[in-house]
C-alpha cells in the first residue's frame, strides 16, 4: 500500500524566507503532483513531476522529484502572505493494469506572517 | 476552455436518505476520479472511470457507486447515508495516464444531519 508523509504539517514563516516542504513516499512511483488549497475551496494545481530528476519553478514556488529516494520539495522563496494556503503533494501510483489513483499527503498548512 | 463542473455545490442531507453527485470533465478527458476530504481522513481516493468502466476503487463500502457515461460525465451516489459521509466531494478529470495531471472541481459540499 502506498504511503504518502508530508512535513512539516504547520508551518508559520515571516515574510521574505525560504522554507521547504517535504514529500515522502512509500514505493515506486514516476509522478508526483502539487496542489494547494485555500479554505473551503478546491485543488488547484501547481506543478506536475513525472521523471526523476525533474525540477519545475512557477514564480515564488520550486518543486523537484527524486524518484530514487522517494521524495519531493517544494521550495518557497521569499515569501508573501499570498502563499498563505495548505499544499498537498500526492503520489500517482498504478494500483492494476492502467488503472491509476492518486494518493495524498496530510497537507502542510503555510501561514505567512508580515 | 471550460473546467471540471461540479454539481450541486453544498447537500444537507438527512441521516438514512441517499444522494447524486453530477461531475462532467474537461472536454477531451475521459478519465473520472472522486475523492472524499475530510478533516480526520484527509483526501481519499474512491474510485475512477474510464470510458464508462470502473477501473479502480478505493476502500470505501459499497454504500458508494458510481458510473460514467458516454459524454464521460460521471455520477456518484451514496446510498443510506451516515454522519460520517460529511464531507466534500472532489472529482477530477484528466487524459488517460494523468500524464497531463489532475484537474479538480470545485467540489460539493455534503452535510449529513
Known amino acids: 500500500e502506498l504511503k504518502v508523509e508530508q512535513n512539516p504539517l504547520f508551518l508559520s514563516m515571516q515574510e521574505g524566507k525560504n522554507y521547504t516542504i517535504y514529500c515522502n513516499y512509500s514505493?515506486?512511483?514516476?509522478?508526483l503532483y502539487w496542489y494547494r488549497q485555500d479554505p473551503g475551496k478546491s485543488l488547484e494545481s501547481l506543478f506536475v513531476?513525472?521523471?526523476?530528476?525533474a525540477v519545475k519553478q512557477e514564480g515564488r514556488l520550486m518543486a523537484s522529484l527524486d524518484t530514487k529516494a522517494r521524495l519531493s520539495t517544494l521550495h518557497i522563496t521569499a515569501a508573501v502572505h499570498d502563499l498563505s494556503a495548505t499544499y498537498f503533494c500526492?503520489?500517482?501510483?498504478?494500483?492494476?493494469?492502467?488503472?491509476?489513483?492518486?494518493?495524498f499527503g496530510s497537507g502542510t498548512q503555510l501561514t505567512v506572517l508580515p | 476552455k471550460a473546467g471540471v463542473t461540479q454539481t450541486p455545490r453544498y447537500l444537507i442531507k438527512t441521516r438514512g436518505q441517499q444522494v447524486t453527485l453530477s461531475c462532467s470533465p474537461i472536454?477531451?478527458?475521459?478519465?473520472v476520479s472522486w475523492y472524499q476530504q475530510t478533516p480526520g481522513q484527509g483526501l481519499q481516493f474512491l474510485f475512477e472511470?474510464?470510458?464508462?468502466?470502473?477501473?479502480n476503487k478505493g476502500n470505501f463500502p459499497g454504500r458508494f457507486s458510481g458510473r460514467q457515461f458516454s459524454n464521460s460525465r460521471s455520477e456518484m451516489n451514496v446510498s443510506t447515508l451516515e454522519l460520517g459521509d460529511s464531507a466534500l466531494y472532489l472529482c477530477?478529470?484528466?487524459?488517460?495516464?494523468?500524464?497531463?495531471?489532475?484537474?479538480f472541481g470545485s467540489g460539493t459540499r455534503l452535510t449529513v444531519v
Open positions: 472511470y474510464f470510458s464508462e468502466t470502473q477501473r
Open positions: 514505493t515506486t512511483s514516476d509522478r
Open positions: 500526492a503520489v500517482d501510483g498504478l494500483s492494476s493494469g492502467s488503472a491509476r489513483q492518486l494518493t
Open positions: 477530477a478529470s484528466s487524459r488517460q495516464g494523468g500524464v497531463d495531471g489532475y484537474t
Open positions: 472536454s477531451g478527458h475521459r478519465s
Open positions: 513531476l513525472l521523471s526523476n530528476g
